[in-house]
T-cell receptor, first 113, second 113 residues
Framework: KAGVTQTPRYLIKTRGQQVTLSCSPI?????VSWYQQTPGQGLQFLFE???????NKGNFPGRFSGRQFSNSRSEMNVSTLELGDSALYLC????????????FGEGSRLTVL | QKEVEQNSGPLSVPEGAIASLNCTYS??????FFWYRQYSGKSPELIMF????GDKEDGRFTAQLNKASQYVSLLIRDSQPSDSATYLC?????????????FGTGTKLQVIP
């Protein structure tokens, strides 16, 4: 069974640009969550999607958005990038009701110059 | 006050000793509690979960939960150098619902051979 796949793994952008990150969950998993990880703040919850619906959202500005497709694949977008958006973006999938364990992808490391 | 608090460490223990990792949470309604391990440069992986007050043992790992004190801990017996990693405490099921899993910033554990 393939794990959670995130693309791209690394990317470099400049301030003001926008970026789209992709996440393919484990086959059969319908919930996808996104997290931002930085050395100082740790893992911070961005949002969670289930059946193409955003069910919960963290305390991030509107520049951060996401969506989920009918095949459970998810994308997140960050517009008007700022230096502080440099981070590791982790996607996790699970099936609600199956113990709550999150299965993480390898992450997309974004550097904003 | 952070939702989930952990001592950032590093916590250094000699090989073979017991490592004790602690976590407090602010949302009294939280129902599910997790410990994830994250090796440097890798994504988090679940090592323990606990839902009820008391102790839960799995091999060398014991999770302890005290909902009245809003306190979760992880004991690692017979610590090995391979246990050196950052340990993340996570909670869900509170006001954010089960779909929002909130992480602490992690405690870095170093096991000295």
């Amino acid at each position: 069974k393939a794990g959670v796949t995130q693309t791209p793994r690394y990317l470099i952008k400049t301030r003001g640009q926008q970026v789209t990150l992709s996440c393919s969950p484990i086959s059969g998993h319908r919930s996808v969550s996104w997290y931002q990880q930085t050395p100082g703040q740790g893992l911070q919850f961005l949002f969670e999607y289930f059946s193409e619906t955003q069910r919960n959202k963290g305390n991030f500005p509107g520049r951060f958005s996401g969506r989920q497709f009918s095949n459970s694949r998810s994308e997140m977008n960050v517009s008007t990038l700022e230096l502080g958006d440099s981070a590791l973006y982790l996607c996790a999938s699970n099936n609600p009701g199956e113990g709550g364990e999150l299965f993480f992808g390898e992450g997309s490391r974004l550097t904003v110059l | 006050q952070k939702e989930v608090e952990q001592n950032s460490g590093p916590l250094s223990v000699p090989e073979g000793a017991i490592a004790s990792l602690n976590c407090t949470y602010s949302d009294r309604g939280s129902q599910s509690f997790f410990w994830y391990r994250q090796y440097s440069g890798k994504s988090p992986e679940l090592i323990m979960f606990i839902y009820s007050n008391g102790d839960k043992e799995d091999g060398r790992f014991t999770a302890q939960l005290n909902k009245a004190s809003q306190y979760v801990s992880l004991l690692i017996r017979d610590s090995q150098p391979s246990d050196s990693a950052t340990y993340l405490c996570a909670v869900s099921g509170g006001s954010g619902g089960y779909q929002k899993v909130t992480f602490g910033t992690g405690t870095k554990l170093q096991v000295i051979p």
